[in-house]
């Protein structure tokens, strides 16, 4: 069975700083891999998705995200944050399969302080 | 493009009463469609899913239950809310198959007294 960890709970960083929200994953085959981000009180958006290809996935707002095999790691990243991005972020696996369903982490709360 | 849309956005309903919650989904066909909540400060828990008309299959036991009445509709129900039911419902479709990516609307926050 496959799961999703998002060691992090909550991740505070200062305006213009760089961030990195980590997600492992375990799986018994390949996977695809996605990252949503969820503004309060609304519904989840598509930030990037991993389907093959360049390990190195960029997304919308200035996110990037590097998918690493060897490390069952698909961390997000941003250079610099802004107020704006203050959110939660989910990472998201799903099995190459076309049965199976994805499977969400818990979550990541990301506090942008001004 | 394809549009989800959630019906209410809120919603305060005493214990014990029924609940309807409606999600429909617009520009795309045979859609699979599924049921999240979370919980205050929570990640997310599926709680149905449907691959089409009449077809539903349920992820927790609980007191809800769900309907999908036509092909881009789905519809959360309960007949007596309890406390736990609190929390912020959310529907999403996707195109299955391999990658099935999910895309979600707008959710209803349930607050249940």
């Known amino acids: 069975a496959q799961s999703v960890t998002q060691l992090d709970s909550q991740v505070p960083v200062f305006e213009e700083a760089p961030v990195e929200l980590r997600c492992n994953y375990s799986?018994?085959?390949?996977?695809?891999l996605f990252w949503y981000v969820q503004y309060p009180n609304q519904g989840l958006q598509l930030l990037l998705k991993?389907?093959?290809?360049?390990?190195l996935v960029k997304g919308i707002n200035g996110f990037e995200a590097e998918f690493n095999k060897s490390q069952t790691s698909f961390h997000l990243r941003k250079p610099s944050v802004h107020i704006s991005d203050t959110a939660e972020y989910f990472c998201?696996?799903?099995?190459?399969?076309?049965?199976?369903?994805?499977?969400f982490g818990p979550g990541t709360s990301l506090s942008v302080i001004p | 493009s394809q549009t989800i849309h959630q019906w209410p956005a809120t919603l305060v309903q005493p214990v014990g009463s029924p609940l309807s919650l409606e999600c429909t989904v617009e520009?795309?066909?045979?859609?699979?469609l599924y049921w999240y909540r979370q919980a205050a400060g929570r990640g997310l828990q599926l709680l149905f899913y449907s691959v089409g008309i009449g077809q539903i299959s349920s992820e927790v036991p609980q007191n809800l239950s769900a309907s999908r009445p036509q092909d881009r509709q789905f519809i959360l129900s309960s007949k007596k809310l309890l406390l736990s039911d609190s929390g912020f419902y959310l529907c999403?479709?996707?195109?299955?198959?391999?990658?099935?990516?999910?895309?979600f609307g707008p959710g209803t926050r349930l607050t249940v007294l």
């Open positions: 520009g795309t066909s045979n859609p699979n």
């Open positions: 999403a479709w996707s195109n299955g198959g391999e990658v099935d990516t999910q895309y």
């Open positions: 991993y389907l093959s290809g360049s390990t």
């Open positions: 998201a696996v799903k099995m190459k399969t076309s049965y199976d369903k994805v499977i």
């Open positions: 799986s018994s085959v390949s996977v695809y």
